[in-house]
Nanobody
Framework: QVQLVESGGGLVQPGGSLRLSCAASGFTFSSYTMNWYRQAPGKERELVATITTTGGRTNYADSVKGRFTISRDNAKNTVYLQMNSLKSEDPSVYYC?????????WGQGTQVTVSS
């Protein structure tokens, strides 16, 4: 059974940091490109960050470049999103996804709220 379980979301003040984690099971994690998406109410879903199978390449949305860092630990079947300098436009539900050929798995999401 494929599972992607996100954690680490919560409430943070503007300028603060959060680290999201996504624990994967039920598939060969090291073969999958991993992504973080986000979606806020009334807004389109946005691809935030991508990391290749070995972690050798990463890519970021312009809106988070320089503030967010995606990483993975294939030994732990886990992908992370370190979010620094959080802004008022960052609050969303953040989703972890795994992609390989025709396979595309999604987690349930974790809520990030930025408020003073």
């Amino acid at each position: 059974q494929v599972q992607l379980v996100e954690s680490g979301g919560g409430l943070v003040q503007p300028g603060g940091s959060l680290r999201l984690s996504c624990a994967a099971s039920g598939f060969t994690f090291s073969s999958y490109t991993m992504n973080w998406y986000r979606q806020a109410p009334g807004k389109e879903r946005e691809l935030v960050a991508t990391i290749t199978t070995t972690g050798g390449r990463t890519n970021y949305a312009d809106s988070v470049k320089g503030r967010f860092t995606i990483s993975r630990d294939n030994a732990k079947n886990t992908v992370y999103l370190q979010m620094n300098s959080l802004k008022s436009e960052d609050p969303s539900v953040y989703y972890c996804t795994a992609r390989y050929q025709r396979y595309d798995y999604w987690g349930q999401g974790t809520q990030v709220t930025v408020s003073s």
